[in-house]
């Protein structure tokens, strides 16, 4: 009998974030289906936005092709998040072991931002009966409880959703070897590093010149982020020496700008090519990928050899919406885009060289001779979806699965995408 490759989910509303949990749930390590927990955010025009985790109803979907009567994922918890949701994570996988004093071992934690950087706590009663994973559950039917713990914004945190005064948070990227660090970038120029274990905000900066769009932490480091925005430039800080940033790439000015509008406000603008996400490769972190709006093209930079892409990834025939790199010993790079293709590239062949790697706690100081930027055209794998694929979601290396039934299942990653209400989940 074959393996599940695809496995899917209806949402009731549009969904615009997701993430795969990173770990089992708490007390939930013996039940294989915890490892495939997807978190998801809702994208709709006004205050009645939903978070949701779903979770397989049964772990023979991944195997039994005669189980199509009943859906793959279904909600197991669901809560009201206001405002939608800019990005929706998870806690890195480094939480369960970190030496937290204000969380529980018997839950896990999901971040989210929107008007605000909030902190969830998802826990569950332990193992529910079967009957109770069927339909879409109310949030406790299930044992499972979605709630939030805490609402932070500006300077100054606020327990009370509805009196957050900071401006409107785009983005975050979680600490995997500190978790209890999240850096947060926002519509106000501004990157700001929040200890979540005591609820405060530990620095602001400024770090561009108009508004960051999406913010990361180097691999391994406590201390490096690199950011980009709609000044169209990707700068990298050190919270050692916040006195001055690293620019490690400008977009190039366009070659036909449009003729300067009458507004003084916007003349005083020079046109740019804002940057819309910034990704490590977790494997080799000199390397990160990026991408412009309304771009079909991704670039992939050398923190080592700043200034221009070395590579550009051009497979896509319409704006790029989302990247993200595989976790394996060997990762692809996942892209998304509005020409409803999502692709899988592997740069392993492009990004081996001769420079020996950079520790995370160097200094960003070590450029190399410039080389001709490589363009590849060919992706490793492409997968259409019905429509426009919005956002995309990578999971752990999962183990292989050995089911009293005689089957089992090899292990790998999945890679989750949204297309409209739709969440497809392939098996890379």
């Known amino acids: 009998m074959t393996q599940t490759t695809l496995l899917s989910y209806e949402a009731p509303w549009p969904v615009h974030c997701l993430d795969w949990c990173?770990?089992?749930?708490?007390?939930?390590?013996?039940?294989?289906?915890?490892?495939?927990?997807?978190?998801l955010a809702s994208f709709l025009e006004n205050f009645h936005n939903q978070i949701a985790v779903i979770g397989l109803q049964d772990e023979r979907v991944l195997v039994e092709d005669d189980y199509t009567d009943y859906p793959d994922f279904v909600t197991l918890c669901e809560a009201h998040h206001g405002y939608p949701a800019t990005s929706l994570?998870?806690?890195?996988?480094s939480a369960t072991s970190f030496s937290w004093s204000q969380k529980s071992p018997a839950v896990e934690f999901l971040a989210s931002t929107g008007d605000a950087l909030r902190i969830w706590e998802y826990s569950t009663d332990g193992p529910a009966p079967s009957s109770s994973y069927v339909g879409r559950q109310s949030q406790n039917s299930s044992g499972h409880s979605l709630s939030m713990k805490i609402a932070l914004s500006g300077p100054k945190q606020s327990k009370v959703q509805s009196s957050t005064t900071g401006a409107p948070l785009t983005n975050f990227s979680w600490n995997e070897k500190s978790p209890n660090l999240i850096v947060t970038s926002s519509i106000d120029t501004t990157c700001t590093v929040w200890n979540i274990d005591t609820s405060s905000a530990m620095t602001q900066l400024i770090a561009h010149d108009r508004e960051v769009y999406d913010v990361a932490w180097l691999p391994g480091s406590t201390d490096i982020f690199v950011s980009v925005g709609a000044d169209g430039s990707l700068r990298a800080f050190d919270l050692r020496s916040l006195e001055h940033s690293t620019i490690l790439y400008e977009t190039p000015a366009p070659k036909n700008p449009p003729p300067p509008s009458v507004s003084p406000s916007s003349s005083a603008r020079p046109p740019t090519s804002p940057l819309l996400r910034i990704a490590f490769n977790p494997s080799d972190s000199n390397y990160m990928s990026t991408f412009h709006m309304d771009g079909n093209e991704i670039q992939i930079l050398d923190m080592r050899s700043p200034g221009q892409p070395v590579m550009e990834l051009r497979g896509h025939h319409a704006a790029v919406n989302a990247l993200g790199w595989g976790s394996g010993d060997h990762p692809?790079?996942?892209?998304a885009a509005d020409d409803c293709q999502v692709l899988l590239w592997d740069l392993a062949d492009y990004t081996q060289g001769p420079a020996s790697p950079r520790s995370a706690g160097s200094r960003l100081n070590s450029p190399r001779p410039d080389a001709k930027k490589k363009i590849v055209t060919e992706p490793y794998m492409a997968y259409t979806a019905n429509g426009q694929v919005n956002n995309l979601a990578w999971s752990p290396v999962i183990q292989g699965l050995q089911m009293?039934?005689?089957?089992?299942?090899?292990?790998?990653?999945?890679?989750?995408?949204?297309?409209?209400?739709?969440?497809k989940a392939l098996k890379a």
């Open 89 to 93: 994570q998870w806690q890195p996988a």
């Open 404 to 423: 009293n039934t005689g089957h089992s299942t090899s292990p790998g990653e999945w890679l989750a995408i949204a297309t409209g209400k739709s969440v």
């Open 22 to 39: 990173k770990t089992p749930a708490p007390g939930q390590q013996h039940r294989a289906r915890s490892a495939y927990r997807l978190a």
């Open 332 to 335: 692809l790079l996942a892209s």
